[in-house]
């Protein structure tokens, strides 16, 4: 049974910096792309980041370059998101989730990955 359990969200001042985790397990970690969305109230999930099997190629939405890094320890099978100099607008629920192969990295749609976690709440403080 696949899972994965995301954490490190919490309440932050603008500007400020969180690490998101997510540590997956029932799975070849490294056999899956992987990718990170959020959910603000009353608004669609919109993808963030997502990272290839080897870690090697990545993507990000526009308003994540240049403050958001993407990473993962295969070994550790987890994933991170580094959040930096955050926004209001940043504020939601943080989601990682898991596709079984590849992926181009030139779009993140919900709709090509297979498995998700329950979330993690970030909320910043203006």
């Known amino acids: 049974q696949v899972q994965m359990v995301e954490s490190g969200g919490g309440l932050v001042q603008a500007g400020g910096s969180l690490r998101l985790s997510c540590t997956a397990s029932?799975?070849?970690?490294?056999?899956?792309?992987m990718g990170w969305f959020r959910q603000a109230p009353g608004k669609e999930r919109e993808g963030v980041s997502m990272?290839?099997?080897?870690?090697?190629?990545?993507y990000y939405a526009e308003f994540a370059k240049g403050r958001f890094t993407i990473s993962r320890d295969n070994a550790k099978k987890t994933l991170y998101l580094q959040m930096n100099s955050l926004k209001p607008e940043d504020t939601a629920m943080y989601y990682c989730?898991?596709?079984?192969?590849?992926?181009?990295?030139?779009?993140?749609?919900?709709?090509?990955?297979?498995?998700w976690g329950q979330g993690t709440q970030v909320t910043v403080s203006s």
């Open positions: 989730a898991a596709r079984d192969g590849p992926l181009l990295m030139t779009a993140i749609r919900v709709r090509d990955f297979n498995y």
């Open positions: 029932g799975l070849s970690f490294d056999d899956y792309s």
């Open positions: 990272i290839e099997r080897s870690g090697r190629g990545s």
